[in-house]
């Protein structure tokens, strides 16, 4: 059976565009090719309450209607209405006649509107027998103990970074069970946080893997199901693998969003640092602006760090002191502040004029704020609401800052493009004169792995201190997890790369 | 059969306080009383990923050990792990002693790190059988067709404004195909952005009300299963029953983050003056902070009905100017803004100085930052981000602005709270000079029907067109609905009200 793998990246409710990409792949597929596309290919995904709106299905049918004219056979994903409920649907479509639909039974969070369908079918095609389905649902199929000769599983399945590798050991023991032939086919391309992990691929009935597409971003592979081979993989590194997906997520947010211009606030620190790299291979460096927004707090080195960056990245870059709108503002509040100690208060303030800073040029420039908070203190809240926890989308939010420094470090594998003085000097928010984040928190070194411990691992303080971390240090740190919570609530969301994103895998109570 | 119906307001993962609470309920019970507390009242709840962390277990299996010392009856909800998985369970304490459990097997959002359990447990107590389970589940239990003396049901219910006649007129037919005595025990209190519902109700075996407890908050009652009479309901109106969740809302929301004091931004519109009132009753006068910015774009009107506010409500209040801070953002600015057309930019920095004003006296006096957005414009996006959508708990996000103006109204029932010239002036936001909201928006008795039509009856445009709808407005209402996304997904939460509440009740893709 000849078979197309087409690992497309859809846009949510642009039928017309959909429709087009699918089209164009079909286009160079032969008469006797049957091409599968990903789990909702015709209307982008996640649909989430769209579903719940009449408008979506009758556009999705509408679409499958044109791709019928092509005559082509394929397998495409759209949602189905039945006149009462809506079904995460398959369409099976044999030389431009549609013949069977499978609908999702196992239902995910993505699913929320849709309603519970039948799961896998399975249908004849020529002389063979194809179960086709989802994800969720092939551990059912397997249990049930059908036979067919070819197994088609389409997936909405979206990156972490050990996703690829955990996805296909979860399917090996299932489709050597089963014995068949099985085709993995999951959408790629960046929707909102999430970025979809592509990696399609093939295992025989004997479970061993004989096709793997790339990993995030669009490709698509002919094969014959009757001449399979053995594949060796290539894997990225984890490094890699975070840039790849931070780079989708950035060029799809956008485009998606229809702007192309990032403003980015440069304060000559690592994260500001590496988030202007990554967003000018994302977008073009004549599409990402810097601003640098110095106070009286600010070391020299700040500023100077700050324009080598630019300067090294080529970014169009104003200089923006805040000094005069500091002493404004505390003039403005001196009723209240008069008499008080110089504390937080007086410390955020000076990063809420910097977001109205950013916000402002971004919106007088029609660009979008790219927010350059990392994992490791949004975990443990040293940021300001409101501050520089603000924009369109958070580039590095789901990493950890040893994590920031290694990939800071890969990225000037080939000449230096983040200058070293970021790289190597100590963290400092520089709100207050001589700060430094250890005046706050542990050293990075320890933060990051009491965090992953907590926050991926779930050990509570009596498991962490048991594996060896310090009784008073694991305590503050989980104390300030707990206490910033609503910090997190309102926090600008960030491209998801992990199995513990805030927001979406570890959702706490607000108190 | 005698029975304490105690509708209770824990505090999630306070098991001290819980346990204080359940005890001291217990304490008014006499030996041959079985006391039923309510969903997971012994950790609070909701519980969402604090499951997942073994402290929880630990402490509610702790606290458990401390009621069953008490050696009366009860029935009581609590985490209860098997030693892998953790789930949603129900304890009966018999006399002091744990004899059977029951656990919940049709989970919901709010319990997504529990494990499916077994659904309801019919047991013997002395002379009778009781079925006793998770409203989820009994469905299935009836379905089962199963019989027992009296079903005792638990619940975790969400306060919307037509919940409680919906769950009972839901309850009715179960009950009656069922054919025995049914006590329904819901919980209460507010709970982030939550309320529970409360009205915790009694039906005999034809389904028929027997009694019923106050809507939102704490209550106890004793009653006889062997002599239920008729009972005649007196519900409150929409707009006292928002009232009353809101009041609870803010009311458990500062007690349980800790926090005593809000501060409030005045402009004199109906909005502010709304949340200010709504505060003074829920907080205290002596904790509620005014704070008046106007600009250059203000009308005199504006700074005279938030000082006539402020005088009526009794509330501590400063006024703060933010024209020189404004000048100094601008001048800042200049370098971009130069030669650009005045517009959104220029509009939104005033609203972001006054957030940062605002989190300047919340930061500085320990208070929090009620935010007064309501749900007209955070539909249409009429706000700025970082702006006016700050805040820690929205009261009146979840109410359309028709609604704001009849509890307005409603509050100035008994003499004037809310200054007359509040209500009744046209609404503006007051960012340019003559601004008037109809200049971008259609008007709110337009517009609130549209969204209520789109949020809430999930209308697509050609639907409300149909329904009779100027089809210009409907397409330029639905598509700022759509354009606004991305905002909403940073906007503080706000007390759920409705059975559209942004965040909660409809999830649409950033793009």
Redesign the interface.
């Given at each position: 059976m000849k078979v197309a793998i087409a690992q497309t990246n859809s846009?949510?409710?642009d039928f017309n565009a959909n429709v087009e990409k699918i089209k164009g792949v079909l286009s160079q597929a032969n008469a006797d090719v049957i091409t599968i596309f990903p789990e909702l290919a015709v209307s982008g995904g996640?649909?989430?309450?769209?579903v719940?709106?009449?408008?979506v299905c009758k556009g999705a049918s509408q679409a499958a209607e044109r791709l019928c004219e092509e005559g082509k056979s394929c397998i495409v994903g759209m949602p189905v209405s039945d006149g009462v409920n809506v079904f995460n649907s398959l369409a099976f479509i044999v030389k431009g006649k549609p013949t069977d639909v499978a609908t999702k039974k196992n239902l995910t969070?993505f699913d929320?509107s849709f309603a519970c369908g039948n799961g896998f079918e399975i249908t004849q095609y020529e002389d063979k027998t194809i179960a086709f389905g989802f994800e969720t649902d092939f551990e059912d199929f397997v249990a049930k103990g059908q036979k067919a000769d070819v197994v088609i599983c389409v997936a909405n399945s979206v990156f972490e970074v050990n996703k690829q590798q955990q996805t296909i050991n979860r399917m090996i023991p299932l489709v050597r069970k089963a014995g068949i032939k099985f085709i993995y086919v999951n959408r790629c391309g960046g929707?909102?946080?999430f970025v979809f992990n592509g990696g399609s691929f093939v295992l025989n009935e004997k479970g061993i893997l004989c096709d793997e597409l790339s990993l995030l971003d669009e490709q698509t592979k002919f094969l014959d199901t009757e001449t399979l081979k053995t594949f060796t993989q290539n894997p990225l590194c984890k490094i890699e693998k975070m840039y790849k997906a931070i780079q989708i997520g950035i060029r799809d947010?956008f485009a998606?969003?229809g702007v192309a211009k990032a403003v980015i606030g440069l304060s000559g620190g690592i994260d500001s640092a590496l988030v202007a790299a990554l967003a000018v291979d994302a977008l073009g460096k004549e599409n990402v602006i810097g601003v640098l927004m110095p106070s009286e707090f600010s070391t020299d080195h700040s500023v100077k760090d700050a324009l080598d960056l630019a300067n090294n990245l080529c970014i169009k870059h104003?200089l923006?002191?805040?000094k005069?709108?500091y002493d404004?503002?505390l003039?403005?509040?001196d009723?209240?502040?008069a008499n008080?100690q110089r504390g937080?208060?007086e410390e955020?303030?000076q990063a809420?004029?910097r977001?109205?800073?950013l916000?402002?040029?971004a919106?007088?420039?029609g660009s979008l704020l790219l927010n350059t908070s990392n994992k490791s203190e949004a975990a443990v809240g040293y940021g300001t609401?409101?501050g520089d926890t603000?924009g369109?989308i958070g580039a590095i939010g789901d990493m950890f800052k040893e994590e920031i420094w290694q990939m800071a470090r890969w990225m000037n594998r080939n000449g230096v493009v983040i200058p070293e003085n970021s790289i190597t000097k100590e963290p400092s928010a520089e709100l207050s004169y001589g700060q430094k984040d250890t005046d706050s928190l542990p050293d990075y070194a320890v933060l990051d792995k009491i965090l992953a411990l907590h926050l991926e691992s779930?050990?509570?303080?009596?498991?962490i201190v048991a594996a060896g971390y310090d009784d008073k240090t694991t305590e503050k740190v989980l104390q300030m997890v707990k206490r910033n919570e609503?910090k997190r609530?309102?926090?600008?969301?960030c491209i998801k790369l992990s199995s513990s994103t805030f927001g979406i895998?570890?959702?706490?109570?607000?108190?």
């Open positions: 846009k949510i409710g996640p649909l989430l309450d769209m719940s709106y009449n408008d969070c929320r929707e909102g946080r947010y998606k969003n104003y923006i002191p805040i005069p709108l404004s503002a003039q403005s509040l009723e209240i502040f008080t937080l208060a955020n303030i809420r004029l977001c109205m800073v916000m402002g040029v919106n007088k420039t609401l409101y603000s369109g779930r050990m509570s303080k009596e498991q609503w609530h309102q926090c600008c969301p895998d570890r959702l706490m109570p607000i108190s």
